[in-house]
């Protein structure tokens, strides 16, 4: 038995070291982005919102070096200047409650950002590593769309393949079926569809050069394209968010992801639409906190037995923007609900301490005063190749662990 694992072990061994030396050999380029002209079909947004802008005025968004590792830069305490951005007010009826002290949640980690500043307002756990469902979903549709940032280039038909029809959120995909890829987005950031992960990611995968299967490529294309939106503490595994080994992030990476996603307009216009038929596909939001809170405007719930229920949601109301995060929450909507409260009641200066005592640190966002379509980083082949290596590590050593049991 003792001579079998070994054999296993050296086996394993030479695997790795076989895909490195491969990965190694990778020529360094850069990749393609095909953007045909085609006319735009994706579907109006469900409502007229504010979009929220980044503002010259906003210092406590400090760009860092771009990170090509995992440890984050230290933060500082943040520098908060009012925005200059012209907003006009707005009183929803009914708006949010009057909420002066923070709120006791259930959730294992929660965070609350004011989206306009970066300050953060509320935090509870938000550097912990943790499994996060189907909010992986918002890193996923930045990443196509960072690839793919015209309404023409989504207007592309692909096929859809038997490997992309994954189990349970679904859009109903068939295989062989031909789609523009504005849908399949559509049913990504709406029915939360697994196989529009999978669709999206082999279809930017194929344009990305490396070895291995283009999801693969794709998801590592996630990985190093959110350390250069400052998410530092996240790695992906899959395009989807089922449940893998080596598939985490932390609520404050993911309120920067959130950051991103209401600033990029492609991405807001699919998560905001409510519902409704589309070229021969029903849709429907399983975000009700669209429709349930007043200034909603975003962005993406989740739910995984290891993850629980989770959400990144964002509200416009009265001048402010707002992010809260929560994760692993049995009583997500109305935890969430009370922590969007209680930061709109912060900033209106009616809350039992002054925004302005806070010392929870802000986010920090790299080129946060850059639109999103300037924001695009250059991400080479070797990039690709480190995160690939990185994926690899974590299946081989999951096979391992497996067969010496």
């Known amino acids: 038995?003792?001579?079998?694992?070994?054999?296993?072990?050296?086996?394993?061994?030479?695997?790795?070291?076989?895909?490195?030396?491969?990965?190694?050999?990778?020529?360094?380029?850069?990749?393609?982005?095909?953007?045909?002209?085609?006319?735009?079909?994706?579907?109006?947004?469900?409502?007229?919102?504010?979009?929220?802008?980044?503002?010259a005025a906003n210092r406590s968004l400090t760009p860092p070096p771009l990170a090509t590792s995992s440890p984050r830069p230290p933060q500082t305490n943040?520098?908060?200047?009012?925005?200059?951005?012209?907003?006009?007010?707005?009183?929803?009826?009914?708006?949010p409650k009057l909420q002066s002290l923070p709120p006791v949640l259930h959730s294992s980690s929660a965070l609350a950002v004011d989206a306009d500043t970066g300050r953060i307002l509320f935090a509870q756990d938000i550097h912990t590593k943790k499994p996060m469902?189907?909010?992986?979903?918002?890193t996923t549709a930045l990443s196509f769309l960072s690839l793919y940032p015209t309404l023409a280039a989504l207007q592309t038909e692909t096929t859809v393949q038997q490997d992309d029809l994954v189990g349970e959120a679904n859009m109903g995909l068939r295989k062989e079926e031909r789609i523009k890829l504005a849908t399949v987005l559509l049913g990504l950031l709406t029915n939360s569809a697994n196989e529009s992960g999978m669709v999206l990611a082999r279809y930017a995968g194929q344009q990305l050069?490396?070895?291995?299967?283009?999801?693969?490529?794709?998801?590592?294309?996630?990985?190093?394209?959110?350390?250069?939106?400052?998410?530092?503490?996240?790695?992906y595994m899959n395009p989807h968010g089922l449940d893998q080994p080596g598939h985490y992030t932390t609520a404050y990476d993911l309120a920067i992801a959130g950051w991103w996603a209401?600033?990029?307009?492609?991405?807001?216009?699919?998560?905001?639409?409510?519902?409704?038929?589309l070229n021969g596909h029903s849709f429907y939001n399983v975000n009700s906190f669209l429709t349930?809170?007043?200034?909603?405007?975003?962005?993406?719930?989740?739910?995984?037995?290891?993850?629980?229920?989770?959400?990144?949601?964002?509200?416009?109301?009265?001048?402010?923007?707002?992010?809260?995060?929560?994760?692993?929450?049995?009583?997500?909507?109305?935890?969430?609900?009370?922590?969007?409260?209680?930061?709109?009641?912060?900033l209106a200066g009616r809350a039992s301490q002054p925004v302005?005592?806070?010392?929870?640190?802000?986010?920090i966002i790299p080129r946060s005063g850059l639109p999103q379509s300037q924001?695009?980083?250059?991400?080479?082949?070797?990039?690709?190749?480190?995160?690939?290596?990185?994926?690899?590590?974590?299946?081989?050593?999951?096979a391992i662990s497996v067969f010496l049991q």
């Open 356 to 363: 302005a005592s806070l010392n929870l640190g802000s986010l």
């Open 262 to 277: 209401i600033h990029n307009p492609l991405f807001l216009q699919s998560a905001q639409y409510v519902g409704g038929e």
């Open 78 to 95: 943040p520098v908060i200047s009012p925005t200059t951005t012209t907003r006009p007010t707005v009183t929803p009826t009914p708006g």
């Open 209 to 235: 050069a490396g070895p291995a299967d283009p999801v693969d490529r794709f998801v590592a294309y996630m990985n190093t394209y959110a350390l250069s939106l400052g998410m530092y503490e996240s790695h």
């Open 133 to 138: 469902a189907s909010t992986t979903k918002i």
């Open 1 to 55: 038995m003792a001579s079998n694992k070994i054999f296993i072990k050296w086996s394993a061994c030479l695997i790795e070291l076989a895909l490195v030396l491969q990965l190694t050999l990778l020529p360094d380029s850069q990749a393609a982005d095909p953007t045909p002209t085609v006319p735009s079909s994706i579907p109006p947004t469900a409502r007229q919102l504010p979009s929220p802008t980044p503002s």
């Open 292 to 346: 349930r809170y007043p200034g909603a405007t975003g962005v993406k719930p989740g739910f995984t037995d290891d993850a629980g229920h989770c959400l990144v949601a964002s509200a416009y109301n009265n001048g402010h923007s707002v992010i809260v995060v929560v994760l692993n929450d049995p009583q997500m909507a109305a935890d969430t609900d009370a922590l969007m409260d209680y930061s709109f009641t912060l």
């Open 375 to 398: 924001a695009r980083p250059v991400i080479t082949a070797k990039a690709i190749q480190a995160a690939l290596r990185v994926q690899l590590d974590y299946t081989l050593r999951l």
